[in-house]
């Protein structure tokens, strides 16, 4: 299903209904990330809004 990213607007397909085929599925997303995202996000980020937090919170630089 083509999406919009929640965080920067860009169109994406997202397969959450078969999770091991999503673009998410390559992006290692630890507990702490994902409960940022959930309270920050209501819907999907694209693979490479996902990338950026995921490398700015390995650095403590997590913003929105």
């Known amino acids: 299903m083509e999406k919009t990213c929640a965080k920067c ?3 994406f397909v997202c397969n959450a209904t078969d999770i091991k085929n999503c673009h998410c ?3 290692s997303l630890t507990p702490e990330l994902i409960a940022r995202l959930q ?5 999907c980020l694209c693979a490479d809004c996902l990338k950026v937090l995921s490398a700015n919170l390995e650095k403590k630089q997590i913003y929105k």
Do not use: E, G, R
């Open 9 to 11: 607007q860009n169109k």
């Open 39 to 43: 309270v920050n996000y209501q819907d």
């Open 25 to 27: 599925s390559n992006v």
